[in-house]
């Protein structure tokens, strides 16, 4: 099977703008989470979705949104950046117990 | 706030040599797992170990989990130069969907 799809892989955004991330999970594999990932904060969990339903959110502001498509693949877009939203988000489809993670998105906000 | 914290951050070795790292948590768990990120990319599940479960191997793999200590240990045994990478524990504390919590990770540096 194909692995988890992340686009784009790398994204230059200005502060104030908005930026719109996609995944693609594995098939068959009905949820997906979104963690961002800092040297300094480590990796915080942003939120989880299981069969286009928001079913677990982590502790980030309303700016941060996502959404899950039918067919699993899940979007997240962040509004009004900020410089600290510089960070490699990444995606990962589950199955049971286990995490498949994407490559990421490499977002830099100047 | 991380739930598992990897002891040491950083660790160097030469190939050949093992290399134990170590994480310790706070709350009750369902069970942990161990992920390997290499540089600046996703990351990759290794190995996951249940809370009635006292050590797992894959390959040279050895996970130990020590329920009441609260913590856990990843040993890497004959260590390649492609081993280089940042180590981190999951832990999941149950309830229903599965959302792990990561530590910081350790980074380790395998010299050839």
């Known amino acids: 099977k194909a692995g988890v799809t992340q686009t784009p892989r790398y994204l230059i955004k200005t502060r104030g703008q908005q930026v719109t991330l996609s995944c693609s999970p594995i098939?068959?594999?009905?949820?997906v989470s979104w963690y961002q990932q800092t040297p300094g904060q480590g990796l915080q969990f942003l939120f989880e979705y299981f069969s286009e339903t928001q079913r677990n959110k982590g502790n980030f502001p309303g700016r941060f949104s996502g959404r899950q498509f039918s067919n699993s693949r899940s979007e997240m877009n962040v509004s009004t950046l900020e410089l600290g939203d510089s960070a490699l988000y990444l995606c990962a489809s589950s199955y049971q117990e286990t995490q498949y993670f994407g490559p990421g998105t490499r977002l830099l906000v100047l | 706030s991380q739930q598992g914290e990897e002891d040491p951050q950083a660790l160097s070795i030469q190939e050949g040599e093992n290399a134990t790292m170590n994480c310790s948590y706070k709350t009750s768990i369902n069970n942990l797992q161990w992920y390997r990120q290499n540089s600046g990319r996703g990351l990759v599940h290794l190995i996951l170990i249940r809370s009635n479960e006292r050590e797992k191997h894959s390959g040279r793999l050895r996970v130990t989990l020590d329920t009441s200590k609260k913590s856990s240990s990843l040993l890497i045994t004959a260590s390649r130069a492609a081993d280089t990478a940042s180590y981190f524990c999951?832990?999941?504390?149950?309830?229903?969907?599965?959302?792990?919590?990561f530590g910081r990770g350790t980074s380790l540096i395998v010299h050839p």
């Open positions: 999951a832990t999941d504390a149950g309830g229903g969907s599965y959302i792990p919590t």
């Open positions: 098939s068959g594999h009905r949820s």
